[in-house]
């Protein structure tokens, strides 16, 4: 036998039941893989199998997930080439599959309330397999959304234990999903649009024509199908088309969306960002993480051989690995403009890896020193990660690596010697130079040489009337940036997600602002001369106009900026849900998305036009005075100097830009109290089971709080670096909580 586990105890030489029940499960494995696959598989009788498992030999789970999600349609494949290999290299394959929930079906439904939650029962139901059945390693088949850094956590926190107890380290393998293929409408169905796009412009809607063939031209995904709904309901607000139209366009464009072979989805949503991470943290295989198909039997041979490198090596453990690359995938994430998510989800990796990290950890890194921007990524021009992929798997570029070099050419502080699944340092695999280069790729480059602006990722705001919220610079152009920077905006409040999505639908949104009577005359004049850039309308012209007159001409110019606040979708609210829709609902809006940020203690993935500040803590359920918001509240937007205040109305109508220092817990009692009840009564739509409770906080992670607690490893930051004290904005009068 080639390998035998050497360290710790072994339950399978003792304990007969186990040698008595599971060989049967193995040689069921194998047998598929022969008469599946028509792999030859050496001598695997339940004698065979049995004699491992007594004497030691790697037991190796084969993580796969559940076939109802479009990233592991294929798995079967994957997981039957893994145990044949797993078997001929000495190793005892086993296999078990986990749900993964899809965010696209959850979306815009209170699915969404139990996908955070999904994340921290995957980590506890990998720890709880790994353990009942005492399996040494693992070789994932990982999928999309948060379920790849869950499987990660779990397995960094039994690796942390079961090292504490003197057992063997736990040893993983990442074989990330393939990249869905993007659909393409057909002509008959884009005729038909272009139909519609004209006859909104002969019935005077031009934004609604605008909208529509700018949705055309995304590749078909999930996320522009959420366009199109968008639009096509204006459009039929408008009575442009009717009801029956409606569902048609909208079935025609579901079933021409997804490949047929899955994958996840090309977008660079928290599913490829998730990806690029788990890659950075060393994880995932480079044969393997970037593929526009399941891995061939060579690809996935490399893999399990290069896995039997180190199961003896306890530097290549699960946690060690993980947490050496912590600041690696840090950058690589900030550097590829990933997900918003993945603040919470790299949080919660280390947490259950026992390091003490936050938000604010993951903010030094990225800032100290910025990092650029190299991934020139679009979903209209051809340049989504399928086609990353494709230069990939081309051999023109190589993925991380390419990814690591660039950034090592930018000065960015990469740790080369940190440990991967290959059995090697990034060092190690640097040292080959071949095709490592960005500019490699002549012909649609994806991964730049040339950074496009010197900074990217997720910046961590503070404010007086919140401690912490994030916002995706990244997903901003910096004319975008310009736009809203420095901005006095009108708050717009949504008790939940779903007053919102119907809000945001309504062809007569604005019109909420617009009778509003905190607006007054002076009030808009001061905005107006506040958000006002040179060289726009000037302000003598737009001072003589009345009330309704003004606030129209600040819409039209751009003057008037609306920020939505979505309020009551925390962690312990409703599961803290993506409020992906409502950023779509802004998007397919081109009136509404040139005016409008969106404030939430939900959580998104990625942004609207406008800055997308989400995972504000603390949230509303718990106090936050995110939950005390009205609409014709006034939010300074700064996103240069990382902050977001409400203003003194007043002060503002006499030309002063100051924070309020009203006490709102007193102002706002019992609209406070109302609002709590309601939030109360809506949390019971969610199954109690999986209601998230006894968690921290979005900027700790959204893990279990004796996670966090047992959490207790510093994390070696420079010296000097101070988090924000934790309790300065809770001495605020603005920040409150019901008795």
């Known amino acids: 036998m080639s390998v035998i586990v050497e360290r710790g105890s072994n339950p399978y030489r003792d304990n007969v039941q186990g040698k008595a029940n599971e060989p049967i499960t193995v040689a069921g494995l194998l047998d598929r893989a022969e008469q599946i696959l028509s792999i030859q598989v050496p001598d695997h009788g339940l004698e065979a199998i049995y004699d491992r498992l007594h004497e030691n030999a790697p037991r190796v789970a084969i993580i796969g997930g559940s076939s109802d999600h479009p990233a592991h349609i294929l798995d079967q494949g994957i997981v039957l080439r893994a145990a044949a290999r797993i078997w001929q290299r000495g190793g005892v394959p086993f296999y078990f599959g986990i749900p993964v929930l899809c965010d696209g079906t959850a979306q815009d439904n209170v699915g969404m309330s139990y996908s955070l939650h999904s994340r921290n029962l995957t980590a506890e139901s990998v720890v709880n397999q790994m353990e009942a059945h005492s399996y040494h390693g693992a070789f994932v088949v990982s999928g999309c959304d948060k379920t790849p850094l869950g499987i990660a956590s779990g397995l960094a926190l039994l690796d942390r234990v079961r090292q504490r107890r003197g057992d063997a380290p736990v040893f993983a393998t990442f074989s990330p999903a393939h990249v869905l293929r993007g659909g393409i409408i057909p002509p008959d169905l884009m005729a038909d649009l272009e139909a519609v796009a004209c006859r909104a412009e002969s019935q005077g809607h031009p934004e609604i024509a605008l909208d529509l063939r700018e949705a055309s031209r995304y590749i078909l995904q999930c996320i522009a199908n959420s366009a199109f ?56 295989h480079p044969a393997v993480e970037l593929l526009t198909g399941p891995p061939d039997a060579a690809r996935v041979n490399r893999v399990v051989d290069d896995l039997f490198s180190y199961v003896n090596r306890p530097e290549y453990s699960a946690s060690n690995i993980l947490v050496a690359n912590f600041a690696n995938a840090v950058r690589v994430h900030s550097a590829t403009g990933g997900s918003t998510n993945l603040m919470m989800h790299l949080v919660a990796a280390m947490l259950y890896a026992g390091y003490e990290v936050d938000v604010w950890t993951i903010d030094h890194i990225r800032r100290n020193p910025s990092v650029p921007d190299v991934l020139n990524y679009s979903l209209t021009q051809g340049r989504d990660i399928f086609a990353l992929a494709q230069q990939c798997q081309a051999g023109i570029i190589r993925g991380m690596e390419t990814v690591f070099y660039e950034l090592i050419r930018q000065s960015v502080p990469m740790d080369v010697d940190a440990p991967t699944v290959t059995g090697h340092s990034w060092r190690e695999r640097l040292a080959d130079t071949a095709h490592l280069s960005a500019s490699g790729v002549t012909d649609n480059p994806i991964l730049l040489s040339e950074p496009r602006r010197p900074f990217s990722g997720i910046d961590v705001l503070q404010g007086n009337f919140f401690e912490s919220a994030v916002v995706k610079l990244s997903g901003m152009s910096s004319e975008q940036l310009a736009h809203f920077d420095d901005q006095v905006g009108v708050v717009l409040f949504f008790e939940n997600e779903d007053e919102a999505n119907a809000g945001l639908l309504d062809v007569h949104v604005l019109d909420r602002l617009r009778g509003h009577p905190t607006l007054t005359l002076d009030l808009l004049r001061a905005l107006a001369a506040h958000n006002r850039p040179e060289g726009s309308t000037p302000l003598a012209t737009l001072q003589t106009l009345e009330r309704d007159e003004l606030f129209d001409s600040m819409v039209t110019a751009g003057l008037l900026k609306v920020v939505v606040v979505i309020s009551g979708q ?57 939950g005390l918001l009205e609409t014709g509240d006034l939010l300074h937007i700064q996103l240069t100097d990382r902050r977001i205040d409400l203003l003194d109305p007043q002060a503002l109508a006499a030309g002063q830009v100051r924070r309020w220092d009203a006490d709102l817990r007193t102002l706002r009692r019992d609209l406070g109290d109302e609002r709590q009840q309601r939030i109360l009564e809506r949390r019971r739509q969610v199954v109690a089971t999986n209601r998230m409770h006894d968690v921290t906080d979005a900027s700790r992670g959204v893990v279990p709080l004796v996670v966090a607690e047992e959490a207790t490893q510093p994390y070696n930051l420079p010296e000097g670096f101070q988090p924000p004290r934790r309790s300065s904005l809770s001495e605020s009068s603005l920040i409150v909580g019901w008795d």
């Open 570 to 626: 925390g962690p312990e609210a409703f599961g803290m849900p993506e409020m992906f829709t409502s950023m779509q609902h802004i998007n397919a809006n081109r009136e509404l998305r040139k005016l409008t940020a969106l404030i939430s203690d939900g959580r998104y993935s990625g942004t609207s036009y406008g800055a997308a500040v989400g995972h504000v803590t603390p949230e509303a359920m718990n106090g936050g005075a995110i």
């Open 229 to 284: 709904q968008g639009v096509l309901t204006r459009a039929r607000q408008q009575g442009i088309v009717s009801v029956a139209e409606h569902e048609d366009y909208e079935r025609r464009l579901a079933v021409h969306t997804c490949h047929p072979d899955g994958g996840v989805c090309a977008f660079n949503g928290t599913g490829n960002s998730i990806r690029h991470v788990v890659s950075a943290l060393g994880l995932a």
